[in-house]
Structure formats: C-alpha cells, structure tokens
C-alpha cells in the first residue's frame, strides 16, 4: 500500500504505524495527527517529512484504518446580541 503512494517504510514509518494500530485497538479511532505527535512522541514535523502533504490520511491508509476524525468542532455562530461587536453601529 505504501508504494502505491509513493512511500518506502523505513523503522520510523513502522513506529507511526504501530503507534496507531496500537492506539485504535485501545480507543476504537484513529488517532489525530496531534495524538501521534503527543502521546506517540513523534514530533510533527517528522510525521510531515516521513508522510508528506496529508500525514494523518497517509498514515491511516498504510495502517489499515479509517480515516481520523477532525480534532476541531464547527463554532456554532453567536445569537445576535450575543457579544458586543454584533451591535449595531451608531
């Protein structure tokens, strides 16, 4: 799978990689770029040089794993009047 990518595993590929099958086993998703970085210790700078562009996406599709889930939620949008700037200007 990695080839048709463009990847050539090395050791520190296989360690991402275990990290994640490891974490999804305990926690039943797919770990988020910054929970490899974190708790995987793998910083992210690395995690960008050895999966360039999408390493989250790349790293789960090597491993055999879904996609991870976003770490962001959408802000929901203020109800007018909400703050001070949504006032009107006089």
Do not use: N
């Amino acid at each position: 799978m990695a080839e048709q990518i463009g990847i050539d595993l090395t050791d520190a590929h296989w360690k991402a990689i275990r990290f994640l099958r490891a974490d999804y086993a305990d926690h039943g998703e797919t770990a988020t770029l910054r929970r490899v970085a974190t708790v995987g210790g793998i910083p992210t700078k690395e995690l960008f040089t050895l999966f360039p562009k999408k390493p989250a996406k790349k790293m789960a599709y090597i491993a055999g794993l879904p996609k991870p889930r976003g770490w962001y939620a959408p802000v929901p949008l203020a109800r007018p009047g909400a703050c001070r700037f949504s006032q009107p200007v006089r």
